[in-house]
């Protein structure tokens, strides 16, 4: 045969076979290329839309710190730490802050607040809320003070007031409602009086041994790691007895919400491209099967079985690659016009920019998803006979199935790294990976098992319409397994939505509730207590919380006293562990936001020569104690020894009052304390009103006033709901456009049908039941068992990556199945409807081959 | 065997193995072609007409029997080589045209000469289509042709590649008698001109007998295998 292999047609006329075969139909065409667009763009603009939001939602996270990360320590930066800044370009902004009595000329009164000495230009994020406002960008000019709002009114103070600190006194600018960088709760928490920064010196307050914290606020580079920088940093300014702390930190005290916001982002984008691929895969698929015929002639003509292979694999991947840069440029429109349209809804301000990395996978995808997907089918051609030009042959499987399995194996292998790229996890992209691949096949199962048994318990005694629809199922060139795996993987995906924004909500809901306090009382003392519980029934707010409180310092760890840990240059104990004066309570039981990291609570202390007690995280990994260590206590003179029975984990973001040390019951009790006292106030009237009524009848206790914190707290978590539900209506929206091209495509495999019915005396309403309960059929039978998996997944989900409680609700089985059901019924009977208003000739003429 | 022999069919057996057992459905099948000769296969519908041509055109394989196509004993061959075989020496005409539905009338009859990597295809495709009548609707997609006409561009198509042996499978079984008659005249005119070697199934005892020999099947088996007396 030598002399037939000499000359043969070249490359380019593959190029030339694939683009002829391409330029007649523009109709099935465009279904085909719609299915790709519609992914690409879904995926295109979610997942640049949603880098947008996770940026603009971050910029808040910053705007809780002031900036993008701060140096702390409790002494003034030395050497070292200087040459630390020094190498970071230098503090942008320094702070002091030390607490402290300040007296108020105009009533004499005193009280205890946080000093806090800013230098201009803090905070680079949010900005400082002020009454009036521009006393917040006057204040350093004019060398005045910002006093808490709640001290403004406790204390009946107006703006040009003023206020003695130390050895000066100022004017007062303004009242203080809402400060960046002052958001965390703690026990230690005292309202704010900010002054600038140069006059904290002639204060005359910070001296040797006063308890005083220095901040250095810094703005980051664009693009700048902060997570490789604290782990550059940290450890060197440890030694030096300062701390780094990024505004990362900040957003991961908002709780594990933020966290599972981010992941959820992630999921919503890997899903949208899911879907994109359940629409590409569908496409594809129908698309190429019809062109067998055409590859048997071609090989009756004399083409080989590579030839007939590339003309149609370059034709895909041509349509992939248009269509990825049609999808593409959709998908930018989209999420241009995203924010001008949403702008009423959106809670935050999204700025838009160009996300490169999603242009690229959308092109990437585009090609690759439909070269993957056209592999399946086109693999099988290979092993075709053109014989089957004369008749319809049955396939070749052993080989095929063996291909097939390569191919399978390879969009697999290729969904696991783009898994791994958008949810950045390998165990999380392999596990959702072969989730999908499960369900998958499960489905596939459903498929051929319904086609089984139709065929074995055919409806024989139905009518004409009903068995001529069940006839479909199962005939030759049946779309049931195409129709039940798309709509199948659409619903599992779309309600695997619906179930994990459920979680995620349920979860943002949290701590906002009527049990949540915003006033709260320090420095109660225990003869005040049942005064103050009375006032504030008279008020008819509740008494929320009521928690003892001791104030105690660390004397020795491990047996080493504090003083010796201080003087060891080599000690890496953390040194506000060695100075703070902490606020500790005692209970028997732990609290919603506390939970065992490691050891075992005790809620009552039987021995009291060594109590058993549970130490906060950050203690514990400060103070280098692990369960079992030892640490005495100085509690106003008595030396209490302790063992750290549990470490716990404390969700800072709860708003509670949590505790770095808590003690058992049974040994404080006796113990000089004070309370602080928690209650729930609505509406600024009230408010304002009963605190002044606290203020005149018990002028030592301190009043904090937690709405302005709550509602930056809670306006994020809003805003992050809100986002939750907007991403995932946004995907869902997606899935169903892909479901509608999915359907779509199955039109001109069913047209011929129709006609011949038709042809042979079919009316149009019986063609149109025919359609209508196949794909009813279809349709519920394929959402209810994606929605069913989907359950299972989403259980899956919530237990390992949300790390929440599932209570699944019902809307994808009450909302999800009958929508997408119908959608599946008006498609298909949408695609009978050119069948029926055409003669049926003209179709037959331009469908059949 | 004689070299002259173009087609040389021996012991042919083909069976179908569907659900419920096998059937055999072609069974002891010898006979041969020379070169230029003009057959008809014929027999009532299932007698394994098309399964008999699938097979000496190597569309298929038997189940056992060998068969020698233009001097090559194909069962050897694999199925690209099969393929180049039949782009260099075989032509088709089926029965439903099996035009490409996406080329125009040219692009088709172009298609085989373009297998082969002929530069001029598209010049030698116009000069067939002039051949056939069709000179004016070479740009026609195959949809906007009469079934006469696309059978006329299948009949282009099929001697595009100046083929030793032409297999058609019923090539007028879908059209009217007056258009049926003027493809036969085109296919035996076309034939006379290249020399080349025709096998014609058909239900048509006028057709089968303008051939110089008719093969009868039935049931799988030939009936008779008779020359035809002019
Ligand atoms: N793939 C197959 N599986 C099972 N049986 C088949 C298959 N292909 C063909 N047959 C059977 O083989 C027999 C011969 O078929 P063939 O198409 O060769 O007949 P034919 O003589 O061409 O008939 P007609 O004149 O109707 O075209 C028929 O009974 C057919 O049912
Ligand atoms: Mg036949």
Known sequence: MSDFESSKSGISWLFLMAWRDLRSNAGKLFLFMSSIIIGIAALVAIQSFGNNLTESIDLQSRALMGADYVIDSNQPANEEVIRIMDSLGGPDSREINFASMVVFPKSGNSKLVQVVGTEKGFPFYGEFETEPADASSSYLDRGAALVDATVMLQQDLKPGDSLKVGNITLPIAGALKAVPGRSALSSSVAPAVFIPYEQITQTGLVQRGSRVEYKYYFVA???????????????????????????????????????????????????????????????????????????????????????????????????????????????????????????????????????????????????????????????RTWYVSPLSVLRVQPENDAHTGKAQAVVLGLIFLFLVLLALQILGNWQYAFFFILGLGVSFALLYGVARILMWAVKRYFPEKLGFCVRQSMLNLFRPQNQT?????????????????????????????????????????????????????????????????????????????????????????????????????FRVTYRDSLIPSESVLSGAWVGNAEDKELVPISVAENFASDARVEVGDRVTFNVQGVMIATEIASIREVDWGRVQLNFSVLFPNGVLEDAPKFHVVSTRTVGDQSSAVLQRQLVSLYPNVSIIDLRQILSLLEGILNKIGLVIRFMALLSILTGIVVLVGAVRTSKYQRIRESVLLRTLGAKNAQLLRISFYEYAFLGILGSLTGILLSLVGSFFLARFVFEEPFVPSTEPFLILLPILTLIVVCIGLLNSRSVLNTPPLEILRSESR | MEVSKI????????????????????????????????????????????????????????DSGHIELCGVEIDTLDEDERALLRNRKVGFIFQDFQLLPTLTALENVAVPLELQG????????????????LGERIHHYPSQLSGGEQQRVALARA????????????????????????????????????????????????????????????????????????
């Open chain 2, 159 to 230: 001697f595009s590649n100046t083929p030793e042996i032409l297999f058609a499978d019923e090539p007028t079984g879908e059209l009217d008698e007056e258009t049926g008659q003027r493809i036969i005249e085109l296919l035996f005119d076309l034939n006379k001109e290249a020399g080349t070697t025709l096998v014609i199934i058909t239900h048509d005892m006028d057709l089968a007998r303008k051939t110089q020999r008719i093969l009868r099947l039935k049931g799988g088996k030939i009936l008779m295998d008779e020359k035809v007396m002019v």
């Open chain 1, 481 to 581: 397994s195409v129709l039940l795996l798309s709509v199948g993987v659409g619903a599992f995906l779309i309600s695997t939505l619906f179930f994990s924004r459920d979680i995620l909500l349920s979860k943002v809901a949290l701590g906002n509730d009527e049990n949540s306090p915003n006033i709260i009382l320090l420095d109660v003392q225990t003869d005040q207590v049942e005064a103050i519980k009375k006032t504030l029934r008279e008020n008819q707010v509740p008494v929320l919380s009521n928690v003892p409180i001791v104030t105690m310092r660390v004397e020795e760890i491990n047996g080493r006293a504090v003083n010796e840990i201080r003087n060891d240059t080599t000690s890496n104990i953390g040194r506000w562990v060695l100075n703070h004066e």
């Open chain 1, 221 to 379: 580079d664009q693009g700048q790691d902060l997570e490789a920088l604290y782990e550059a940093i940290d450890p060197r300014l440890d030694a030096e007895g300062a701390d780094l702390d990024t505004h990362l930190d900040e957003s991961r005290r908002l709780g594990r919400r933020y966290n599972n916001f981010g992941k959820f982002l992630n999921i919503v984008a890997f899903i949208a491209l899911l879907l994109g691929c359940v629409g590409i895969g569908s496409a594809v698929h129908v698309y190429i099967r019809g062109k067998l015929r055409s590859i048997a002639v071609l090989k009756c003509m004399g083409a080989s079985r590579s030839q007939t292979f590339k003309i149609f694999l370059i034709q895909v991947a041509g349509l992939g690659a248009v269509g990825g840069i049609i999808g593409t440029l959709a998908g930018i429109s989209l999420q241009m016009a995203a924010p001008a349209l949403l702008e009423e809804y959106l809670p935050v301000k999204v700025s838009v920019s160009i996300s490169y990395p999603a242009i690229i996978l959308g092109l990437l995808l585009g090609v690759l998803m439909s070269v993957f997907f056209a592999l399946l089918p086109l693999l």
């Open chain 2, 7 to 62: 087609l040389n069919v021996s012991q042919l057996r083909k069976t179908y193995n569907s659900g419920s057992g096998s059937l055999t459905v072609l069974d002891d099948i010898s006979f041969s072609l020379e070169a230029g000769e003009t057959f008809a296969i014929v027999g009532p519908s299932g007698s394994g007409k098309t399964t008999l041509l699938g097979l000496c055109a190597g569309l298929d394989r038997p």
């Open chain 2, 118 to 133: 002929a530069k001029n295809a598209s010049i030698q495709a116009k000069t067939l289509l002039n051949k056939v009548g």
